[in-house]
């Protein structure tokens, strides 16, 4: 089946500053990339996502890349403001299933 | 993610006792999941359900069963044989999935502990 491995676990950055969270998956079948954000004790909430036949996508200060040649994909968030500090979730999905990277715990500090 | 619903918010169990948490969704979406949630854990998918009176395992399904009577409504029984199951339980829904509609929607999630 798919592994989905996420780095790093835990980022702190200076507010104003870009943050960069990296995913690698394993099933070349893959076809598309969603992003989570969840907030403490909240349900996860899609921020952006991608699908095979694209490079690269942006939604203002987010954005996301993909690389299947090397089976990555990573979550660039820039002009990071307090509120982006959260736990974030790289998946992939091939067919009927998402599966999902461990989290990364990101920290603004104003 | 508005559209669907989850309950109790909070749920205590006794060892040896079967709970059933509540997952509804008012979005016409075909494809339902349940996940858990661990601390310093990702989501890791328990039971998914791709259309009414069907449904199939996924990586952690052992303790758990699940029904899929109505298209809105995929409940998910923690039973006695779960030997674990303080956790974050997370229902999600999709449009249709395998025909390009992938985007998973939250629910708010049910805390469950063991006592």
């Known amino acids: 089946g798919e592994n989905v491995e996420q780095h790093p676990s835990t980022l702190s950055v200076q507010e104003g500053d870009s943050a960069v969270i990296k995913c690698t998956y394993s099933?070349?079948?893959?076809?598309?990339f969603p992003w989570y954000k969840q907030e403490l004790g909240k349900r996860p909430q899609l921020i952006i996502d991608?699908?095979?036949?694209?490079g690269e996508k942006k939604d203002q200060r987010i954005a996301v890349t993909l690389n299947k040649t090397a089976k990555h994909f990573s979550l660039h968030i820039t002009e990071t403001q307090p509120e982006d500090s959260a736990v974030y979730f790289c998946?992939?999905?091939?067919?009927?299933?998402?599966?999902f990277g461990k989290g990364t715990k990101l920290s603004v500090i104003p | 993610d508005g559209g669907i619903t989850q309950s109790p918010k909070y749920l205590f169990r006794k060892e040896g006792q079967n709970v059933t948490l509540s997952c509804e969704q008012n979005?016409?979406?075909?494809?339902m999941y349940w996940y858990r949630q661990d601390p310093g854990q990702g989501l890791r998918l328990i039971y998914y359900?791709?259309?009414?009176?069907?449904?199939q395992k996924g990586d952690i399904a052992e303790g758990y069963s699940v029904s899929r009577e109505k298209k809105e409504s995929f409940p998910l029984t923690v039973t006695s044989a779960q030997k674990n199951p303080t956790a974050f339980y997370l229902c999600?829904?999709?449009?249709?999935?395998?025909?390009?509609?992938?985007?998973?929607?939250f629910g708010p999630g049910t805390r469950l502990t063991v006592l």
């Open positions: 999600a829904s999709s449009i249709a999935p395998g025909q390009g509609s992938d985007t998973q929607y």
């Open positions: 099933d070349s079948a893959s076809n598309y």
């Open positions: 991608i699908r095979s036949n694209v």
């Open positions: 998946a992939a999905s091939g067919s009927y299933q998402l599966t």
């Open positions: 979005l016409n979406h075909d494809a």
């Open positions: 359900s791709q259309i009414v009176n069907d449904f």
